[in-house]
């Protein structure tokens, strides 16, 4: 009886078994695939499968979505005040409620930080000299100072400069406690004369 022996000239990889078939005329040695026939349809892996949608439906659930969706964003205002001596200036009431950005996040607000203060001098005919910032509850007239400015001799001008003291923490409790405030501004020089602009920069976060 005569055999052939026929081997399979192929290389076989590294981690791949190999499987000996035997026939009566043949002995033939061949690579085993590396996955059976079937493999994606035994029980134990479609469960397996099936379950993973819902794990990571349920680990997505549980995270903090708060995190993921919080915004930041300024609520900014300016308000031009004629400082004539030493008398207070006309007062100006400033609601962030009247907002649109607000009325859009009011219900999810986290916190409220009064960032910045600063001012102006737009027209300046007088001596030179300090000006008080004033704030206090909005259509109040219990006020207080809350910062303080120099203003150059006339007809000197400044552009926007930070103040030069600022009760930040005052501030910052009149917009977080009512949402709006009320400022005024008042001259330390009897000689004063000008124009100055106040500005406020809030930021606002809010989680939705």
Known sequence: MNRTVRRNP???????????????????????PPF?????N???????LFL???LLFTTTSCMNFDSLLTVTYVESGSREF??????MSVSYDYDMTTSSDYSKYKDNVKSIHFASL??????NSGSSGTVEVFMGPYGSSDLRKVAEATIPAGPET???RSVTWFDQSYAESLANNDRKFRTQVQAVSAGANALVKVS???EIEAGS
């Open 52 to 54: 993973l949608p819902l």
């Open 42 to 48: 035994r029980k134990p892996l479609r469960s397996a």
């Open 158 to 160: 400044t552009g926007e």
């Open 200 to 202: 406020w920069r809030i």
């Open 118 to 123: 600063t001012y102006e001098v737009k027209a």
């Open 36 to 40: 059976k026939a079937g493999f994606f």
């Open 82 to 87: 004629p400082v004539l001596g030493t008398g």
């Open 10 to 32: 192929r290389h076989l990889g590294r981690g791949q078994g190999k499987r000996m078939q035997i026939s009566k005329n043949t002995l033939e040695v061949e690579e085993t």
